[in-house]
């Protein structure tokens, strides 16, 4: 059985956020909505080095939802809204939720989910990608690895568009797989693996 | 590209049990839930000495902000009405009950607070309407074996306390482990939300606050009506 996953390598990525603008592009989302973003880590906010002068850094952490194997959100989701398909991805339904946040407050990975009380705007009055999904307010939202592309046998927007190719994407229960092979020759971790979600998520060191 | 060391935090080695971890969660917010339509409950029955007391010792304010804790940046928007609340304290009972009389009892003000009230216009007729209503709502009690008093089954107070019932078995439920009940109690909440208390409670709660702006039943139907506003999800038509 398949086993989606996305590997994101640390040391390619240079927090440009295009993998946020293509999230947005593809899924349509509306303004201060989005499902993945770039963290910047050991600083305050994002984009502020870590350290002190002169001994700054600056290293990233792209963050969305995990999809993760053994996922509480699935399971305590009272409306079936979030689901995981046969292929792992875990996918949210927003015209099914009702909004009790309950996958939310399960989650151990802050930030991955979005829910607006009130309808956000949208920059544009037409669609600008191909995600069917309408954004309702009091409804929660997060990254789907781009289900309605991976049908049509396209990998998500965000691996497609990373210009450092940071991101992979495939099949870990294919071993010849470019994701299997990555694991298997590069030091890697799994964020919050001691919380027992199994995340699909891998990063590269 | 030259090889950068990345820090990052440090992870010990025990795993936890998600899904234990998020029923532990949830038991927590489902018993916070039932409190606060417990105390609403409570507050739309006719003042009795304990309630005053309840009131006077804080106990309902106290509760309110610890039981919408877990709302975070959401719970701002009821602390400003629990706030309100607070300043209502110290009137005898007397006062309360005349309060209550005037707004719900028989009065010229006279604000209903039974759906039947509020259920009928859309219809042809109101007392066939009003039978049908008391029927559906015994048969939902009926289902968990709760019987309320004969002729208060559409009332605000006894339909948030077959809300705060349902929380309450959520609670034990999610205690227990036992997922599918748990889940399936808190859809039944959401179900009754759409088709009973969260249809009319948001004019109710107009209705009281255009006849009795800034008293405590103003304060405590506007804490309600954005409680609900939060419970119903979306399409919810009670918070301008």
Redesign the interface.
Same mark, same amino acid.
């Given at each position: 059985m398949k086993h989606y996953v996305m590997v994101i390598d640390l040391q390619a990525c240079t927090g440009c956020n295009t993998c946020s603008v293509a999230c947005k592009q593809e899924n349509n989302l509306p303004e201060n909505v989005w499902w993945t973003e770039v963290l910047t880590l050991g600083s305050d906010g994002n984009d502020m080095p870590a350290g002190v002068y002169p001994e700054l850094t600056m290293d990233y952490l792209p963050m969305g939802c995990q999809h993760c194997a053994n996922a509480p959100c699935v399971e305590v989701c009272p409306s079936t809204a979030t689901y995981r398909l046969e292929t792992g991805v875990v996918v949210q339904d927003p015209s099914l939720c009702i909004g009790c946040r309950y996958c939310m407050m399960v989650c151990p990975f802050t930030g991955v989910r979005v829910f607006s009380e009130d309808q956000q705007p949208y920059a544009t009055s037409f669609p600008t990608g191909s995600n069917p999904v309408i954004h309702r307010p009091k409804t929660v939202e997060k990254c789907t690895f781009c289900a309605h592309r991976l049908e049509r046998g396209l990998e998500p927007a965000c691996v497609e568009t990373c210009p450092m190719r940071a991101r992979t994407f495939g099949d870990i229960s294919d071993p010849t797989s470019e994701v299997s092979e990555l694991l298997r020759t590069r030091s890697h971790f799994q964020l919050l693996i001691e919380k027992g979600t199994e995340p699909s998520v891998y990063y590269l060191t | 590209?030259n *090889?950068?060391e990345? *820090?990052?935090p440090a992870? *010990? *080695?025990?795993?936890?049990?998600? @899904?234990g971890?998020?029923c532990g @969660?949830?038991t927590s917010?489902s018993r916070s839930r039932a409190t606060i339509y417990r105390w609403l409950s409570l507050g739309f029955y006719p003042p009795d000495r304990e309630w005053v007391e309840a009131v006077n010792r804080e106990q309902l304010t106290a509760e309110l902000t610890d039981a919408t804790s877990?709302l975070g940046a959401?719970q701002q928007k009821l602390l400003l009405e629990i706030e309100r609340l607070a300043g209502h304290q110290r009137s005898p009972l007397e006062e309360w009950q005349a309060e209550y009389n005037r707004l719900f009892g028989k009065s010229i003000q006279y604000v209903s607070p039974r759906e039947g009230s509020y259920r009928w216009r859309d219809v042809l007729h109101m007392t066939e309407t009003t039978d049908n209503l008391t029927a559906a709502l015994q048969q939902e009690y009926h289902q968990f074996g709760l019987l309320p008093l004969t002729g208060m089954e559409d009332t605000v107070a006894v339909e948030c306390e077959f809300l705060a019932y349902l929380c309450e078995r959520e609670t034990e439920n999610w205690a227990a482990h036992s997922?599918s009940s748990?889940?399936?109690l808190?859809?039944q909440q959401?179900n009754f939300l759409i088709n009973h208390l969260g249809l009319w409670f948001p004019e109710f709660s107009r209705n009281v606050t255009d006849c009795a702006a800034d008293s405590f039943y103003d304060h405590f139907a506007s804490f309600g009506n954005i409680w609900l506003s939060?419970e119903?999800?979306?399409g919810?038509l009670g918070v301008a």
């Open positions: - | 590209m *090889n950068r990345i *820090n990052l992870s *010990n *080695n025990v795993v936890d049990d998600p @899904i971890r998020a @969660i949830l917010v877990w959401d997922m748990a889940r399936e808190r859809q959401r939060f119903y999800g979306a919810y």
